[in-house]
Each structure stands twice: as structure tokens, then as C-alpha cells.
């Protein structure tokens, strides 16, 4: 069982950062692929970016050039720097691990992200 406890989550104007964390119970260098996805009212949680475990990083081309995906090993905690937030980014982002052998597959409680105009 992997747990996930994301953080940074947040009202911010148009413009505006957030930095979201995401504390994993196993290290940041499984045989995994830990990413954020989003969710807003009425539609699809979406991809936003994932990491592999060899470092290679994904962007969803929404957020390509603004978000930026990093990981520190030493604490297990990967995280999103997210620049020039705009509005149609308001949603619950989710942090996901995907455990490539077991396909394991875990999410954590999500997090709040507003931003306003």
C-alpha cells in the first residue's frame, strides 16, 4: 500500500504561483510513474505531468513552458512548480502513483486549486 499526502494547495490571482507537494510513503525511486492529475467541476480528471522513475518528465501540452515537475529522493516528495497560473487551471489536482511491476495504482486525497482573474 503506497499513501500520498499532497500539499500547496490554494487561491491565487491570474498570474500567480503555487507550489504543490506531493509525500509518498515509498521512495521516489520505485520502478514507478508519479504524476498529477486534475480534476474540475463537470469535466475529466486529466494528466497534467508525470515523472518516471528513471527522472524523464510529461507535460500536458496545457501546461508545457508554466509547470514543472521535480522530485527530492531524500524526502520521497515530488512536486509541481506551477508559473502563470490561469483561471481554466482551477481544479482538485490529485497526486497518482503507478507502480510499473504490481501495477499498483494509488491516489492521494487531492488538493484545491482556485485561481481567479
Known amino acids: 500500500q503506497v499513501q500520498l499526502v499532497e500539499s500547496g494547495g490554494g487561491l491565487v490571482q491570474a498570474g500567480g504561483s503555487l507550489r504543490l507537494s506531493c509525500a509518498a510513503s515509498v521512495s521516489t525511486r520505485s520502478l514507478a510513474v508519479i504524476g498529477w492529475y486534475r480534476q474540475a467541476p463537470g469535466k475529466q480528471r486529466e494528466l497534467v505531468a508525470d515523472i518516471r522513475y528513471d527522472g524523464s518528465t510529461n507535460y500536458a501540452d496545457s501546461v508545457k513552458g508554466r509547470f514543472t515537475l521535480s522530485r527530492d529522493n531524500a524526502k520521497n516528495t515530488v512536486y509541481l512548480q506551477m508559473n502563470s497560473l490561469k483561471p481554466e487551471d482551477t481544479a482538485v489536482y490529485y497526486c497518482?502513483?503507478?507502480?510499473?511491476?504490481?501495477?499498483?495504482?494509488?491516489w492521494g486525497q487531492g488538493t484545491q486549486v482556485t485561481v481567479s482573474t
Open positions: 497518482n502513483f503507478r507502480a510499473l511491476v504490481t501495477g499498483g495504482d494509488y
